[in-house]
């Protein structure tokens, strides 16, 4: 599938590592870096401006290395980008950890993902069809 990009940032457009790669990292396109303190968030540029097909979305999620070796996550993980946004691709970064985390320009931030998705419509009734599970959650299924 091909997708429309406008790159905008001083760095190569975002590309799959491997083969079997589902996610394309991106990178920060700051001027200078920045600290991010522990438990501060904040909105980072990547210069990217894509147009996806209906029925498609971009998600943005955590990169493993940079959550377990800095605590530096994705807040709204994963983050949806709509295929109807046209606006410049940001990232929304914090940092749970007990230490300073500094951003250089074309840090690897975050992963993103395209996938399809369904639209559907509503139908009210008044019940639903019975399963084994029923209503039970948050960890119902692991108890024996």
Request: aromatic share 6%.
């Amino acid at each position: 599938m091909k997708v429309k990009i406008i790159n905008k940032s001083h760095h190569s457009s975002p590309e799959y590592a491997t083969p079997y790669s589902a996610g394309m990292d991106l990178r920060a396109n700051i001027e200078e870096q920045i600290t991010l303190h522990p438990l501060e968030r904040i909105l980072i540029p990547t210069g990217l401006y894509i147009e996806l097909p209906k029925g498609y979305e971009a998600q943005v999620r955590p990169r493993s290395g940079l959550a377990i070796k800095h605590g530096i996550t994705v807040l709204n993980s994963p983050g949806t980008i709509d295929a109807d946004y046209r606006g410049e691709i940001r990232v929304i970064l914090v940092n749970l950890s007990n230490t300073p985390f500094v951003i250089n320009d074309g840090e690897r931030i975050c992963q993103m993902v395209i996938a399809e998705h369904a639209q559907i419509e509503w139908e009210e009734v008044n019940s639903l069809n019975e399963t084994e599970r029923g209503e039970g959650g948050f960890g119902h299924t692991g108890r024996k």
